[in-house]
Structures are given as structure tokens and as C-alpha cells.
């Protein structure tokens, strides 16, 4: 999975909406604007941020979430942003469409690194949660 390739998209009608979906300007997700302040993003922003990169795959738009200014970005936004949109399309159209970008190179390590996590989670649920149990329980 290729997040972090540079899309040379161009758009038509200066971003306006035109009824080709497949022209319309990349959705930019400012997640330090999100957050508010940029320290810490956390689920709860993950959980907006999806809600907007949802509707904008639904219409086959393209997204650029930015790391800009963003101090911390946790497991958990990243999951909720990205990871649970595996459950609705296909990996090939959310790798083609989502990009990350203004991230340092471990924020895209970490990123690539809980998108395969969950994507392996979301194949076989029943043994991550198993597993889970197990460790709470002292491993027996």
C-alpha cells in the first residue's frame, strides 16, 4: 500500500462540481485544523474525519489528508479515519484515492504500519479479540 505517492491530478472547472465525478478537486483534510489546535489527534477526530473521506470515495473524489503542524496522530485516528473504510470499498480504491501527505517519514511508517494492522484485523476479527482476551487474563 502506497499512501504517500504524489497524485498529478488535474481538475476541471476550477474545483467546482461538475457532474463528472471523476474531475472533481481533491478533498484536503487539514488534520491539525480538525483537531483545533494540532497537538494531539485522537479517534474523535478520526471519527469526523472518516464522515468527510467517506462521502468523498462514495463520489470516487480523491482526498489529501495533511499532516501539517500536527504534533501527534494515535493509532486510534487513524483507524477511525482510514483503517474502517476497508470495510466499505475495496483497498485498490482507497489506495488510489487517499493520500497522505506533509507527514514526516515515521507518521507514514506508523500510518502504512496501523492501516495493515487493521486491515489484518478486519480479515480475522475473531482471533485478534481472542488474543486480546488472552493477554487481559494473564495469558492463560
Excluded: W
Excluded at 33 to 53: K, Q
Excluded at 118 to 136: T, V
Amino acid at each position: 500500500m502506497n499512501l504517500l505517492k504524489t497524485l498529478k491530478r488535474t481538475t476541471a472547472n476550477n474545483g467546482r462540481f461538475p457532474t463528472d465525478n471523476s474531475t472533481l478537486a481533491p478533498l484536503e483534510i487539514s488534520v491539525a485544523e480538525l483537531v483545533g489546535d494540532g497537538l494531539f489527534a485522537m479517534d474523535t477526530h478520526g471519527e469526523v474525519a472518516y464522515d468527510l473521506i467517506f462521502k468523498a470515495l462514495k463520489q470516487n473524489r480523491s482526498v489529501k489528508i495533511s499532516y501539517k503542524n500536527v504534533e501527534h496522530v494515535t493509532a486510534g485516528f487513524i483507524t477511525e479515519a482510514v483503517g474502517e473504510l476497508y470495510k466499505k470499498f475495496k483497498a485498490k480504491k482507497i489506495e488510489e484515492l487517499v493520500e497522505l501527505v506533509d507527514a514526516t517519514e515515521l507518521d507514514a511508517d506508523l500510518f502504512e504500519i496501523r492501516i495493515n494492522i487493521h486491515k489484518r484485523y478486519l480479515k480475522n476479527p475473531r482471533k485478534y479479540r481472542r488474543a486480546a482476551e488472552i493477554a487481559l487474563n494473564g495469558g492463560c
